[in-house]
Nanobody
């Protein structure tokens, strides 16, 4: 049984920063990508960023330059450093992993508000 557990969400003021973490555990084989998606109320779940096993990264245009994704392969952990946060970044953030199939975390709420 593979599990993804996120942490690090919360309430932050506009312009602030947060760091999300996601740890994958269980019988994991051949991780291809790990990444983050987000879903705001009434909107679809959208890609935020992902990182491949080789270290290549990809970002949504809306977060490029403000968010940084990184990964610790030895710990099966992916991080999302979020800076210069805006109210429109408010959403539930989901960790995603592709390792022969798609795996999802339970989500962590990020709220950007003054």
């Amino acid at each position: 049984q593979v599990q993804l557990v996120e942490s690090g969400g919360g309430l932050v003021q506009p312009g602030g920063s947060l760091r999300l973490s996601c740890v994958a555990s269980g019988s994991i084989f051949s991780i291809v990508t790990m990444g983050w998606y987000r879903q705001a109320p009434g909107k679809p779940r959208d890609l935020v960023a992902f990182i491949t096993s080789g270290g290549n990264t990809n970002y949504a245009d809306s977060v490029r330059g403000r968010f940084t994704i990184s990964r610790d392969g030895a710990k099966n952990t992916v991080y999302l450093e979020m800076n210069s946060l805006k109210p429109e970044d408010t959403a539930v953030y989901y960790c995603h992993m592709y390792a022969r199939q798609n795996y999802w975390g339970q989500g962590t709420q990020v709220t950007v508000s003054s």
